[in-house]
């Protein structure tokens, strides 16, 4: 490496502004940006002298005007860098740092009238982000994108986790391997999930998270994807070259672009330590901050809902008829009701008052409103008009249930794919939520996308998205998107688009299963772009309780720690209220744990393979510590040292029992109170498929003498 | 024809519901139903014993359910008879006939356990017209229609009047030829348009005007075309065979239906007499009865317009400044304003002055709002907000000027076909026209279409200008669109939408020029589906007086005679008013002319070469004449019989001079007064692209003295 920076050096003596290099605030990441054969623009990125991508090209192939490929010339370069902190609304961490070397290239093409783009570098000491610019000028005004050709050349086989590429959905199962068996695992990696678009050549999503053999971790994705589309990774697994693969829309354009313009980040988080990858804030310091003035009205929210219910008993519906040809705008009381329609005021308020009495701040209500019967795998524009309830279910007579034991209703707009029909009504459907209290809203895109032949992933439907959630912001509410695009830090900008789903949550445990390690791949992959609404909480597992052949494959202490290891301002807790009432032992950690942090403590990590994260509680002397495993069981190495030294805490440990397991027996846990301090240390058991969760609150003179110390 | 129907009565003796016939209330059409080999439904439709359409099948090619094209048998046939009358709220005449025989029949599809559909056909005296309708039933849900097959098979090479087959644009100039010679003249039939898609294969638009050799005239066209895509007709010119050619949508689907389902009527008028296919309200009657309840607030509206000094004066534009790279949000009063700014406030109270002084009831402004300087092209999404004027257009200030005297200002709402960004913003700039006291708004659709894959004339933008105007109907707001798909009756049922260009209209007289048989032909085509927003007046024919090489083509009393030759409750005067203040005597017949009408009499039509027209005002004693000739001069022949038979009338003769003609002197012209009767015939010159207008009003005594006498 040495050497090749010095012939680089030499290099830049006769062409001094064609190669240049930027390193990160500690010096540990090098990124150097280089003019290749043919004016072809370069950049490779090392870590602690190891490469992580070696020489790649960058440049984007256009329809309409020549492409951004070849014929550059460096015009100019700057480099500065930038020290701050800023404080998010809601996150893992109530100050976060935004350290990073910029270098920005401003490249022309002499031969095209001097037309010129910009390159902006940003080299973080966790990773970096570079995207294009496209400024102003007077012979580039509009283009429309074919194709990015932005490359990841990676220095080796890596191991990677990952799921298929694909247009329109996230929800597939983690495959684990070189990325050189990508292509022969693809068939077996592309099981079958609603409205699928799986991209023809081989290709992965991203977050990609990848191991090196030497031990470096390498995570390749995006931040501020915004009005463009979002990005898959074709994979060269002969040569590990990855490379740009957007997600066209119906004509198979990628990207309609109007100067000023810029694409999102692409970035490289990389460490040697498994941990640095889960800390790092990089993505989120690429984005913008928060577009809005007011943001008081935005706050974390944990709850309870309509929902898994739905998944498991069998017994209860969204729809409140079984007739399969329905249209909104027709009187559904004429309709025969089932007698298994799940919203019903009466249910409804059941888990009002479940929610009340255990200090929830939510309940989600899915199967409200008219249109059910026929939602699904139509094509069908009109499935829904978001404001009219299903006829047992009294939206004004449960808003005044709800509102006085303070509980607010989680609105659900699931469009169905639907996005015109969603826009077109969206004014209507907000006020109708205003003039009812609802204050946040769970989106869903299941289904083929309208308009059609855009993709849940191209840049229409990226910009529906930021819509949707400007749009509510006018209204202060707050949406939880399931299907949309995968996220990449527009919390940060929209923070009231506070959670998504965008991969294979609980629901597919009643769907097909997760694998256990599957949560442990999850704060690597998805989890780098932004909160999930996982849906926790599965105290039930073993579902042949509903008559059901197949069990979520935790334990249910390791649905506790999801709590800790998951991070997101959105928690549900998914289960069946008499199945928490069956546990209030264990239940008392959920309606315990924090949902908002000041500090947050990667304690061990392995992708793959296990997960211990401790927070401290936003604004309080309280801490969390959550603990996965993978189907193997291990031993967790607590340490407390993430405490302040002075004093002495309790802490509650809800550990697998030594007999436990996912397959076996799931609900076997133990809950013990132990003293500890910030040199104390925690070797835990943890079952195949199983967790750890603890609670941490300053001692008591009492507990100091009565309870037993690590 | 009786030998055939011999024939087919032993056919039935033995399957007798498989073929049926159904004759019109006079008795001079008469269609047969018959069900072919292999179950294939098929009609065929006689005028006075002459083949109109031989024997053509019927039926439907789908995706993903089994096709509606074979296998067929007759369940059931009903047949009623209709004979009513009704009152549109503007039009030609103040009340319609609806008299028709019907024909119902319900086809199964035995070896598809059962599954049916039923075929209307209903027959008037003056034409046919079918739809297929797919009622409800367990087996038949949803289905995407891949092509539609129903197929017109005409009796011979019959001359024809049309335009090329497109998805885009019904923005060409017609062609004459026979059937035959249409694939040989496609290539230069089919030229330049903006945002043109013509089909591939050899294809005309509906509505199509034949004339077979033997004297019948012949219009094919579809009536209530809702929730469905425009049909276009795919020519055989061997066999002059026609057959239905939907709009495909992006992904080339052509509609997705659920039952209960109907597709629009397909429409063929025939008669031996050119006027008889003017005169025919089949395709009104085919349409609902007004969907609205209160329609007081819909009238007919003459106009003047911030518009022609856009196309010929080279002085005005609508953009603000000379900047093209620009972006809705951004302040434009920041932009350098290029000084030929036309919907600036003072020009603007110029027109409102004009407007308000000659009688006219609104002044259409064109270029108010941002977002001019790059709206077309570049298939941009958000180019308008319809909300925000440019800085120099008093939006409040002119709205008290004009209702200070009397005038509405026309709103205009170019969407630069962005569907998605129009509809995304409808509420909003409908409110922004209600709370400034807008209540008409020009639409238009110049541009490639957002979604990006939809077609003008596709399943989804149908039902977009549906949705246009109904949700325009909530704020008791007139549309009158520009671009969109061809009408198809609609403004009967939305009466709202009370006019549309969708066609090649008066602008295109300063972009590339009209024949002079132009208005000739579009009576008898475009013009069959509803009112067209024409824009005629114009009195300066000769674009050299702007430094420009081409001129208008019709001399400046046929641009009179459009008023009552072109129907439309919406007429502009599209002059500039200096132009009309150069010709007080001729612009009077503007001023004085109806736009809502008790009765019409067509007095002699014949397609491409003339037409002349009688009407009557609604509700009052005055009648209009208009006569227009193609290219030739001729001799219109004026019986006004249609007057009551006991009074004296002036008729004031607008004539072309006997030297005038559209390339020579166009504005060479007299206005004479003469007394006529109902006995009266006058015999009157028109000239090369010339016209002749006269208006009628009951003598007075002194003029019975002082005037000759025809």
Sequence with gaps: MQKFLGALLICT??????????????????LTFAILENGVPSYKVSYKQKDVIKSSALGLETKDVPSFLVGFSVKDVKQSSVDNTWSPIYGEQKSIRNQYNELVVTLEQKALKGRFIKIHFRVFNDGVGFRYEFPKQDELKYFII?????????????????????????EYAYTTSKISEIPSLM???????????????????????????????????????????????????????????????????????????????????????AADILTSKTILNLNEPTAYEDVSWIKPVKYVGV????????????????ENNVRIG?????LKPSGHHGATTENVKKYIDFASSNGFDAVLVEGWNVGWEDWFGNWKEEVFDFVTPYPDFDAKGLQQYAAAKGVK??????????????????????QFMADHGYNAAKTGYVGKIIPRGEHHDSQWMVNHYIHVAKTAAAYKIMINSHEAVRPTGLCRTYPNWFAQESARGTEFEAMGGLAPEHTTILPFTRMMGGPMDYTPGIFQTDLSAYGRGDRVKTTLVKQLAYYVTMYSPLQMAADLPENYNRFPDAFQFIKDVAIDWDETYILEAEPGDYITTARKAKGKEAWFVGGVTDENSRTANINFSFLPATKKYVATVYADAKDASWNLKPQAYTVTKLIVTNKSILKQFVAPGGGVAISVKEATTDEIKKLKKL
């Design 13 to 30: 003596a006769i062409i001094p502004l064609q190669a240049q290099q930027v390193l990160s605030p500690d010096k540990n990441i090098s």
């Design 146 to 170: 074919k194709e990015e050709k932005t490359e990841f050349n990676l220095a080796g086989d890596h191991k990677i986790f990952w799921i298929p590429g694909d247009y329109d959905t996230n």
């Design 187 to 273: 068939a077996q990696a592309t099981i079958p999930v609603h409205a699928q678009s799986p991209i023809a050549s081989p290709s992965v999503q991203t977050p990609s998270m990848m191991k090196s053999a030497d031990g470096l971790y390498i995570n390749i994705h995006e931040a501020a994807l915004i009005n463009y589309p979002a990005m898959a990774l074709n994979v060269d697994a002969v040569n590990y070259k990855m490379s740009a693969h957007l997600c066209p829309d119906g004509v198979g354009n990628k990207g309609y672009m109007q100067t000023d313009a810029v694409t999102p980040w692409r970035t490289v988080i990389v460490s040697d330590k």
């Design 307 to 322: 929902w898994w219910e739905y998944f498991v008993t069998g017994k209860s519906t969204w729809a409140y008829s079984n």
């Design 330 to 334: 027709q009187d559904f009381s004429l």
């Design 409 to 430: 209703i989680i609105m659900h707009h699931e469009t169905s794919g639907s996005a015109t029909n969603y826009e077109r009504r969206l004014d209507k459907a907000f």
